[in-house]
């Protein structure tokens, strides 16, 4: 058990919708990581987190978006849909002070048609 | 630039056989984590071990063990007396390691190794 959580676990939309996806951290994790992983490939980095901070990016768009809360939950926001962003993304959270692994969540399955 | 190559896409052994999964890095950093982590198929990935730059030495976790190279910038991970139950992807990562010894939240993954261990 990483106790980190996300929803939903399955997600069907639309090119052109917008979608947000859930994650909940185990308590006294303030930073946040948020990963696409496509089919067949490794996880790449989107943006990370720090105390309700974005302190961190990866060479994705700026229709993917974050929020992260006190209550050590995040969402992860996409605009405008494409075909392209179908694929697995990851939640991954971590202590402070910064001395320990990534945890990951199971992750939430984006298609879109 | 960073990278992570893991050239064995994907690997089949039968059960008790051992299995070395490679893994070749570049990064201009002095200073770097490196990790392993597994993705069974329900999808999370689960931690295996993390190794900072300063420190060579392999390392032995029950059947798994790991061999960090710094002059080949490999890190190999190996199962010895595979399972059925090791079936899934495994992921080397890399990350840069900060100056307070933690790892940052960015790593930089393979694109994976599927390993399938047959009874």
């Known amino acids: 058990e990483t106790g980190v959580t996300q929803s939903p676990t399955h997600l069907i939309k639309t090119r052109g919708q917008q979608v947000t996806l859930r994650c909940s951290s185990q308590s006294g994790h303030n930073t946040v990581s948020w990963y696409q992983q496509a089919l067949g490939q490794g996880p790449q980095f989107i943006f990370q987190?720090?105390?309700?901070?974005?302190?961190g990016r990866g060479n994705f768009p700026p229709r993917f978006s974050g929020l992260q809360f006190p209550n050590y939950s995040s969402e992860l926001n996409v605009n405008a849909l494409e075909l392209d962003d179908s694929a697995l993304y990851l939640c991954?959270?971590?202590?402070?002070?910064?001395?320990?692994?990534?945890?990951f969540g199971n992750g939430t399955r984006l298609t879109v048609t | 630039a960073q990278k992570v190559t893991q050239a064995q896409t994907e690997i089949s052994v039968v059960e008790k056989e051992d299995v070395t999964l490679d893994c070749v890095y570049e990064t201009r950093d002095t200073t770097y984590y490196l990790f392993w982590y597994k993705q069974p198929p329900s999808g999370e990935l689960v931690f295996l071990i993390r190794?900072?730059?300063?420190?060579?030495q392999n390392e032995i976790s029950g059947r798994y063990s790991w061999n960090f190279q710094k002059s080949t910038s490999s890190f190999n991970f190996t199962i010895t007396a595979s399972q059925v139950v090791d079936s899934a992807v495994y992921f080397c990562a890399l990350s840069e390691l900060m100056n307070y010894g933690g790892s940052q939240g960015n790593l930089i993954f393979g694109k994976g190794t599927k390993l399938s261990v047959k009874p």
């Open positions: 987190y720090y105390r309700e901070e974005e302190n």
């Open positions: 190794r900072n730059s300063f420190d060579e």
């Open positions: 991954a959270s971590m202590p402070e002070p910064y001395n320990s692994p990534l945890h």
